[in-house]
């Protein structure tokens, strides 16, 4: 089985620090992906990458950076976190276009 | 504006029963509608895929259908089990959108004994 790791699955930060959030998928997919999920929002897409060294933004960008310098391994950056950044993040991942994702079980991100 | 609609209000249902969720869409051009189910703090689970071109599909106790000219899909769990209460989310693959997903809100499924 696909299996996606996320580093952290609670992680509680304050304001204006620096956080990391890391993921690991173990079957070689070309691409990934970072998503947020608030309540009565669903899911929205920060970020993909679609090989190593490339990506793309999704549709909520701002506040984020990431980085892909191995294939395995997709990490979701915030430069500066702020309280409206508290939420549920997932990675998932897929091996070609169009087809389903692999999502990791979340981490609950609370910033104070 | 795009929109993806699920129910937002929870479904209950009782054991045995067929569970039927709602996934409608306005202006959008999906090539393509997944479903997941997703339980509390976990990741969504892919449960099945459609294309455009198709019309319905079956995979165990689960179907889906997908209507491009009423912009509705429907997904439905014959013979519900209490094992089957979760969160179900649709998510649309668009047209010319590459390999991104656009997701509904999701629709919780209760299922009584």
């Known amino acids: 089985d696909v299996k996606v790791t996320q580093s952290s699955r609670y992680l509680v930060k304050r304001t204006g620090e620096k956080v990391f959030l890391e993921c690991v998928q173990d079957m070689d997919h070309e691409n990934m992906f970072w998503y947020r999920q608030d309540p009565g929002l669903g899911l929205r897409l920060i970020y993909f990458?679609?090989?190593?060294?490339?990506?793309e933004k999704g549709d909520i960008p701002e506040g984020y950076s990431v980085s892909r310098e191995k294939k395995e391994r997709f990490s979701l950056i915030l430069e500066s976190a702020s309280t409206n950044q508290t939420s549920m993040y997932l990675c998932a991942s897929n091996p070609t276009t169009n087809e389903k994702l692999f999502f990791g079980s979340g981490t609950q991100l609370s910033v104070l | 504006s795009q929109k993806i609609e699920q129910n937002s209000e929870a479904l209950n249902i009782q054991e045995g029963k067929t569970a039927t969720l709602t996934c409608n869409y306005t202006?959008?051009?999906?090539?393509?509608l997944q479903w997941y189910r997703q339980d509390p703090g976990r990741g969504p689970v892919f449960l099945l895929l459609i294309r455009e071109n198709e019309k319905e599909k079956r995979k165990e106790r689960l179907k889906v259908t997908f209507d491009t000219t009423l912009k509705q899909s429907l997904f439905h769990i014959t013979a519900s089990q209490p094992a089957d209460s979760a969160t179900y989310l649709c998510?649309?693959?668009?047209?010319?959108?590459?390999?991104?997903?656009?997701f509904g809100t999701g629709t919780q499924l209760k299922v009584e004994l």
């Open positions: 998510a649309l693959g668009l047209t010319g959108g590459g390999n991104k997903l656009t």
């Open positions: 202006n959008y051009s999906p090539a393509y």
């Open positions: 990458s679609y090989d190593v060294k490339m990506k």
